[in-house]
């Protein structure tokens, strides 16, 4: 119990430390267009410490909760450009939430699954998670109207491992963040986060959650016919 209350105090302090010190006036579209000529000469001089330290950012501020993730891959996509910027959002997102599901399931994922089992409506929603709780993570990764946290949370309350957690995020994250990357390539040429997301960003976004929605439902109907089979 007691290192259960250690961790969430450090967890506690570290999001308390990141508002005190003005962490928000950093993670804003604004910041980063005043700092991009400054951040991009520090990337040519010192690339790979830029690489890694940006990296240990994202994971931070993913494990904190902390706002501006898509700030985050905006400034990773202009800084390290398409390939290096995609390769640096998935695996640090990927990274920061596993470190999340890990730290979920260890501090009130038995407490939590025992609460929602005793609503019917939520022990139903759990059910179906425990049907199929790869493909669900595959879909909520790729469509952006779930948020980031409540993901981590869910699945952290599943039977899912971790090897598939992360290979599910992984992939789930992969193609919005191709999008967010690419888009920070823009940055110079914008003046504001909704001249970055037209028309056409939004549909690629609708795109990318329809294809995840026809995958996961393929592989559902091939799942359940390989059971009934089985079952004969």
């Known amino acids: 119990m007691f290192k259960k209350l250690f961790i969430v105090a450090i967890l506690i302090s570290l999001i308390t430390l990141f508002f005190i010190y003005g962490g928000p006036d950093y ?3 604004d910041s980063l267009k005043q700092h991009k000529d400054q951040l991009l000469s520090y990337a040519n001089a ?11 950012i994202y994971i931070l501020s993913t494990v904190l909760n902390l706002p501006g993730a898509a700030i985050m891959s ?31 399931r260890y501090l009130i994922a038995d407490w939590a699954r025992a609460q929602l089992e005793k ?20 879909f909520m990764r790729a469509v952006p109207l779930f948020p980031f946290w409540f993901v981590n949370m869910i699945f952290a309350f599943s039977s899912i491992s971790t090897k598939k957690y ?24 914008v003046d504001s986060m909704e001249e970055l997301f ?3 960003v939004i549909i690629s976004f609708v795109l990318i959650g329809v294809l995840a929605l026809i995958t996961t439902t393929l592989v559902r109907i091939r799942k359940h016919r390989e059971i009934a089979e089985q079952n004969k």
């Open 74 to 104: 905006l400034a990773i996509g202009f800084i390290f450009g398409r390939w290096y910027g995609v390769l640096l959002a998935t695996v640090a997102s990927t990274i920061g939430a596993v470190l999340v599901f890990l730290l979920a």
């Open 198 to 200: 037209t028309g056409e």
């Open 27 to 29: 993670l804003n579209f």
């Open 46 to 56: 010192h690339f790979w410490l830029m690489f890694f330290l940006t990296g240990g």
């Open 166 to 189: 992360a290979i599910g995020t992984y992939f789930g994250m992969l193609p919005v963040s191709f999008v967010l990357v690419n888009l920070g390539q823009s940055l110079s040429t």
């Open 119 to 138: 609503i019917k409506s939520t022990k139903d929603i759990m059910d179906k998670l425990h049907d199929d709780v790869f493909g669900y993570l595959i």
